[in-house]
């Protein structure tokens, strides 16, 4: 599908995110010959350098990031040509003149590929500028403040220049493939639809893993945690797909009124509550991936001090209709044995076993793959061939969209890039999700800090602390580890 005529004005234009995940993916698009010939992509930074200097960056990391990027001379040429450089040191007001000519005749984008710290500023210099119209669009990335109060602010000085349509808070996990399948499964498919409430669901695990320490985000990552990281955006976005009602469409504004619903759902966590069905800890030293590794409090940039968690493990209810009395766990961490993103559905066991008493029956489950193997994963009980009697065992209904697709081509960056141009928000993040968020992320951490909830500890290149594991124990239930398909 070709994309109407558009302008991208990268700020950052010269760093890691540009470099690596938006030029490499609208240079994908010109190779598909999506792009119009009119449209520009401009990179904005603080350096002092020429049109043709700019030119050479974006192809040196084309050749770094982009694979086949020497099989496409053709579209480099088209590339190029439709490349420019603005150097703009933000706190300049000279520098802002040299942005000048914003055209009315097509959509334009300001992606704010910079450090959070600074969408204040570049959001006020924007309107102080008068560089703002109705065709204009601001992307944002996360994280969206550090708690109900930042937040707040970042998004006020969004709103004072852009009106929340054209604001556009990117969080990648929703342009990933697997986590948009989510939908279609629910919501094109009756015999799932259908079974998706706590009639027949006994609990949902999702699990976010990560196999790497902090690797050189110690600093910032030591005054973040994996709460904020990836529970507050990553984890609550993919609940907030899992346990929604249906939307009127899946391209309007209803998808994201039913998420809103969801966090709004969600049971506050008490001082009762808050030491039994959360856990936090932080990573030892240990084996990962086959080396040694050192321990979160010896990484670089890191206060010992500050008790950042690197794992959290929360167990959570949705008070509403469908989900009463279903509990849906959470966990993510660091340097934990491999890297996997899943959502496991456990259903209720029949009520009733009909068969011999020695045929064992289990609960079905349903998998849904992130990562590393996009897919769909059903295990249902079957009875075993060429025996005589019911002889039952569990095996899978597996669907890798892998072998049906070639995946890897489309970054989760590019699609969602492609949604801003046009103008499809239903992927993104609105104002009063953030906020709702937040309000929710607040509450932990307030409890955290005055019930002195403990920081435990795991070995590097493990699951996670025991009371992680505790945490579905004491309900006789346990975590799935990995995203084997056994």
């Known amino acids: 599908m070709d994309l109407n005529t558009f302008n991208l004005y990268l700020f950052g234009g010269t760093g ?28 904005l930074g603080s350096r002092e350098i020429s049109k043709e200097e700019y030119t050479q960056m974006v192809k040196n990391s084309l050749e770094k990031y982009f694979p086949s990027f020497k099989d496409n001379e053709e579209a ?21 003149k040299n942005i000048n000519n914003i055209p009315k005749d097509r959509p334009v984008v300001y992606y704010l590929a910079t450090p959070p710290n600074l969408y204040k500023q570049i959001s006020t210099s924007l309107k102080e500028n008068n560089l703002i119209e109705d065709n204009c669009r601001v992307v944002v990335e996360k994280p969206i403040g550090s708690n109900l109060e930042t937040a707040q602010d970042i998004n006020n000085s969004l709103s004072a220049g852009f009106d929340e349509s054209q604001i556009y808070r990117i969080d990648h996990y929703l342009g990933k493939e697997a986590v948009q399948n989510l939908l279609a499964l629910r919501f094109a498919n009756t015999i799932f639809e259908k079974s998706w409430s706590n009639s ?3 609990h949902i695990q999702i699990t976010v893993a990560e196999d790497l320490g902090v690797e050189d985000r110690g600093g910032y990552y030591d005054e973040t945690g994996a709460l904020r990281d990836m529970v507050q955006n990553h984890l609550l976005q993919i609940l907030c797909l899992i346990a929604m009602e249906p939307p009127v ?11 809103l ?5 969600l049971a506050p966590f008490t001082e009762e509550t808050i030491g039994i069905n959360s856990v936090r800890a932080q990573y030892l030293d240990g084996i990962s991936k086959g080396e040694a590794a050192c321990a979160y409090i010896d990484e670089e940039g890191v206060n010992a001090e500050n008790n950042t968690e690197t794992f959290v493990a929360l167990k959570l209810e949705i008070n509403n209709w ?12 660091k340097r934990m044995h491999s890297k996997s993103s899943e959502i496991v559905v456990r259903y209720k066991a029949v009520p009733h076993n009909i068969f011999s008493k020695e045929a064992s029956l289990k609960a079905d489950q349903l998998v849904l793959r992130i990562h590393p193997d996009e897919g769909i994963d059903l295990k249902l009980n079957t009875k075993k061939p060429g025996v005589s009697g019911y002889d039952l065992e569990e095996l899978p209904l597996d669907l890798n969209l892998h072998d049906y697709h070639e995946l890897g081509h489309q970054d989760c960056y590019e699609r969602l890039l492609l949604d801003v141009i046009r103008g499809n928000p239903s ?10 968020s937040w309000k929710w992320i607040d509450n932990i951490i307030n409890l955290w800090e005055s019930e002195d909830v403990p920081m435990e500890e795991y070995i590097s290149g493990g699951w996670g602390p025991s009371n992680a594991d505790l945490l579905l124990k004491r309900d006789f239930r346990s975590w799935k580890n990995g995203s084997s398909k056994k």
């Open 249 to 259: 469409s899946i391209q309007s504004e209803s998808v994201r009124d039913e998420k």
């Open 76 to 96: 480099w040429t088209r590339f190029g040509q439709r490349l420019n450089y603005i150097k703009l040191d933000i706190s300049s007001s000279e520098d802002w």
């Open 200 to 202: 027949a669901i006994d």
């Open 16 to 43: 890691d995110l540009s470099n690596r995940k938006l030029i490499p993916a609208m240079f994908r698009q010109e190779t598909l010959g999506n792009i119009d010939k009119e449209s520009e992509i401009i990179g």
């Open 261 to 265: 619903k969801v966090l709004k759902s």
């Open 427 to 436: 992927l993104f993040v609105r104002r009063d999700e953030i906020e709702a």
């Open 322 to 333: 469908r989900w009463t009395g279903v509990p849906f766990y959470l966990r993510t961490g």
